[in-house]
């Protein structure tokens, strides 16, 4: 009964449908309830995958023998604000899932610096804790690094504006930008738009990156885009991306730890 756990900000919601979709080998889906599951929920509701809601306290109970379940438990992006508390936070949850899990997979980037060293930090858990990293084994910087597939092809992008401030969106940053303006500090209030203009302005902002991922979960990626774009009075550029790391971290993981389901 091999047991695969992710961990994840809801900014890498899409990456995860898209892996849950495309792996017919999973044979149990559980999502634990909470505040922030619910996006999760619906795009796995409109693609046709099967899964059960499960307490967090109640997990356990819901392993069944045979075949390959996987968990998913998403956590809120307000964590961002603080990193230490999102470190506390995510180490806690991973050591709460080691006790039933054969591997877990935080998606998460280095976050403010702090889970910078998961591997070393979690190493005493009875399971394989991992973070999406490169290729070359450099954790991502954050969930923009992660759908541009490497530090260098985002060190690369930024140059290629030549200075001028250029504001990176998934689609997923896309349906949350106002929330995560107040993570990041930039107001207090989600709707002051002319104070996060005045921010923006001040920044160099001058453009936003339409970053299209090639997963189309979030139906109002365009416009919510384009309103962005409006308020901020900022030039569209539109820009390739894709979940191909995320994809190749969980195959890793999976290949280490479930090696007969893949």
């Known amino acids: 009964m ?24 999973i044979n ?19 693609a046709g995958c099967e899964y059960t809601l499960v307490s967090e306290c109640d997990i356990s109970g819901h392993l069944k023998e045979g075949g390959y379940t996987m968990i998913v438990e998403m956590l809120e992006l307000a964590l961002h604000a603080t990193p230490e508390h999102l470190k506390e936070v995510v180490y806690g949850k991973a050591r709460e899932m080691s006790e039933y899990s ?21 190493a005493d858990l009875p399971c394989p804790v991992r973070i999406l990293k490169e290729d070359n084994g450099t954790v991502i910087d ?9 530090r260098a092809a985002y060190l690369e992008k930024l140059k290629s504006f030549h200075g001028v401030g250029t504001f990176f969106m998934t689609p997923m ?13 930039m107001t207090p209030d989600p709707d002051d738009i002319k104070l996060s203009k005045f921010v923006f302005d001040y920044a160099g902002y001058k453009n936003v990156a339409k ?8 139906k109002q990626f365009e416009p919510m885009v384009e309103e962005f774009a409006r308020l901020f009075e900022f030039d569209i550029i539109d820009m390739e991306a894709s979940p191909d790391l995320m994809v190749s971290c969980y195959k890793q993981l999976k290949k280490d730890v479930v ?3 893949n």
């Not at 954050?142 to 490497?150: F, H």
């Open 2 to 25: 091999p047991v695969l756990s992710f961990i994840a900000c809801r900014m890498f919601e899409d990456e995860i449908v898209h892996i849950i979709e495309n792996d017919s080998s």
């Open 173 to 185: 940053w896309a349906a949350h930008w106002r929330e995560m303006v107040v993570s990041a500090g």
């Open 211 to 218: 970053m299209d991922t090639g997963l189309h979960y979030e």
């Open 142 to 150: 954050d969930c923009i690094g992660a759908v541009l597939g490497s």
């Open 259 to 261: 090696p007969d389901q």
């Open 102 to 122: 054969d591997g877990i997979l935080l998606f998460y980037g280095l976050c403010g610096n702090v889970l910078g060293k998961v591997d070393t930090d979690l």
């Open 28 to 46: 149990s889906l559980l999502i634990v309830e909470n505040e922030d599951c619910g996006g999760l929920k619906d795009k796995l509701d409109n």
